[in-house]
């Protein structure tokens, strides 16, 4: 999944504008990428809210143009069910929900309406509020344990399961410690039985254990780490800005493990 912030203050520097975005995620696609994900709102540590007209003035004319040009799969990265409504109507067969649809009182009948999938993130706080001193006392049973009650809501509320997708959250409300137990521990959110999304692509953690890597463009090397570990846990997809550069990683690491090319 190539990532396409349509927003000028994305942690990681790439923030775009609309036609910027739509060249980004034609280049993406160009790149390999299997999906797209597109944000109008930035959720790095310390983030302002936008309001629903601002985020979906910048997200829904990116969805009509890759979505007529390409035929791609697109997401749209958004906590907002306002935003989800028109970007399904625009393109989108993807809705990504840092809150896991709890947000808003109608997140959970919104996406079940929409009949898209649904991606259930798991964040500790607000961003703005998520990396003031994250504490657990079991992360991963925690994380778990969270995503379990989510998914449950969601089903109550009329989304189908085979829409349902997990994500950990790496990054959001965590401490260094806490991303590294949650991906070493992957396989237990795989065994739940969903698709996982994974999103590790220049987060913050790395620069835990690279001091030298304090722009967001140091981390290549520990983001592909990070998605070669969450391939070999059985995730899904991996969320990247780095699409080639993910996907070369994937396809040694694979032809090491299986003895054979492609």
């Known amino acids: 999944m190539g990532i396409i912030n349509a927003t000028s203050d994305s942690f990681s520097g790439d923030g775009l504008g609309v036609q910027g975005s739509i060249a980004r995620g034609l280049a993406l696609l160009d790149a390999g990428a299997d999906m797209l994900d597109i944000g109008g709102e930035s959720t790095r540590p310390g983030a302002r809210p936008v309001n629903s007209e601002e985020e979906i003035r910048r997200v829904e004319p990116v969805i009509v143009a890759l979505s007529v040009r390409t035929g791609a799969t697109l997401s749209v990265d958004t906590m907002k069910p306002a935003v989800a409504r028109r970007a399904v109507a625009a393109g989108a067969a993807m809705w990504n929900d840092v809150t896991a649809l709890c947000f808003a009182a109608d997140s959970a009948d919104t996406a079940a309406e929409l009949g898209c999938q649904v991606v259930l993130m798991h964040m500790q706080g607000t961003p703005r509020t998520m990396q003031i001193a994250p504490a657990y006392d079991d992360v991963v049973g925690e994380v778990l344990d969270f995503l379990a009650r989510r998914t449950e809501a969601a089903l109550a509320a009329g989304v189908r399961r085979s829409k349902v997708w997990l994500d950990p959250g790496i990054g959001f409300g965590k401490s260094v410690e806490h991303n590294l137990a949650l991906l070493a521990d992957l396989p237990r959110l795989v065994a739940l039985g969903f698709p996982v999304l ?44 780095d699409v080639r550069e993910t996907i070369q990683a994937l396809a040694v690491d694979h032809a090491i493990r299986s003895g054979r090319l492609g």
């Open 198 to 241: 994974l999103g590790v692509s220049r987060k913050g953690f790395i620069r835990g254990l690279d001091a030298a890597a304090t722009a967001a463009g140091d981390r290549l090397g520990g983001s592909l780490a990070a998605a070669l570990a969450g391939a070999r846990a059985g995730v899904t997809a991996v969320r990247v800005h």
